[in-house]
């Protein structure tokens, strides 16, 4: 059931405003610059930052505020709770090794693909995502194979909701477009991008059958020349099936 918009509480927006525009202005910031960029009074600011920092979830120094290491606390919790994590760590890594590339492990959540593990082989591109990194589902291979495995209502919903905002000259930003690339995604049970979410990059990636876990997705992320070169894409994603194979079977016996 959706709820309504009146039902959050105000302070709690305020405080989530404020961690918002510590991270847009780089991870640190001073009051200053907080009410320069936000809404509420910096009075306001103020009290809401003396209480994040008695939590430990903002910390203060030099006049500049910065968030704080708690948080890591609640994200590993977020990032493990399932299991998920946990199995598909070493075939990520793996993943990494083999091909040279980035590999990743991206999780749905509230319409969005969120990365909750990356590692960089020897040759990888140097990419944001990081973990915690949110993006549009529909922007990449592995959150179009996080979306193949959703039913059409379900997809629907997610459009709806979020969009489908252009990244760049090559994303894909209609429904019929989508539903159709999807329908071959279930087909052929691998996704791939061209430069769809970032100019010079290419993806592949493929849906994981998790159970009754959160619906998750693997990748493997290249330059666009070497993903096009002979044979090498067909060799990531031979690689990324292997991978989403022995995770899956690891999950369905854990």
């Given at each position: 059931?959706?709820?309504?918009k009146t039902?959050s509480v ?10 918002s ?6 991870g ?5 610059e ?6 509420p009074?910096?009075?306001?600011i103020y ?16 006049g500049e ?17 399932d299991?998920?994590?946990?199995v ?7 993943m990494?090794?083999?091909?040279g590339e ?6 749905e ?10 590692t ?7 990419l944001?995502?990081?973990?915690g990194?949110?993006?549009?589902l529909?922007?990449t ?13 379900r ?7 979020r969009?489908l905002p252009a990244?760049?000259?090559?994303t894909?930003?209609?429904r ?8 071959t995604?279930?087909e ?6 061209t ?6 990059t ?11 876990r ?8 290249a ?14 994603i031979?690689t ?5 194979n ?9």
């Amino acid at each position: 059931m959706t709820r309504a918009k009146t039902d959050s509480v105000r302070a709690t927006q305020t405080s989530l405003s404020v961690l918002s525009g510590i991270k847009n202005l780089g991870g640190s910031a001073t009051l200053v610059e907080l009410a320069d960029s936000l809404e509420p009074a910096k009075s306001t600011i103020y009290k809401h930052l003396v209480t994040l920092e008695d939590e430990g979830l903002v910390v203060e120094r030099n006049g500049e505020y910065r968030i704080g290491l708690r948080w890591l606390e609640f994200g590993g919790m977020a990032q493990r709770y399932d299991g998920i994590y946990e199995v598909a760590k070493p075939e990520v890594r793996r993943m990494a090794v083999e091909t040279g590339e980035l590999a990743n492990l991206m999780i749905e959540e509230q319409g969005y693909g969120i990365y909750i593990h990356t590692t960089s082989g020897d040759q990888a591109v140097a990419l944001d995502t990081r973990l915690g990194k949110r993006i549009h589902l529909h922007k990449t291979a592995i959150g179009k194979a996080l979306l193949s495995s959703f039913d059409d209502d379900r997809v629907e919903e997610i459009i709806e909701t979020r969009g489908l905002p252009a990244e760049t000259d090559n994303t894909i930003t209609d429904r019929e477009t989508l539903f159709a690339e999807l329908e071959t995604i279930r087909e052929q049970g691998v996704a791939d991008d061209t430069e769809e979410r970032v100019d010079g990059t290419g993806c592949v990636g493929v849906p994981i059958d998790t159970g009754d876990r959160r619906e998750a997705a693997i990748s493997i992320t290249a330059p666009i020349n070497r993903l096009q070169s002979s044979g090498r894409k067909a060799q990531l994603i031979d690689t990324v099936q292997q991978a989403a194979n022995v995770i899956e079977v690891n999950l369905a016996h854990e």
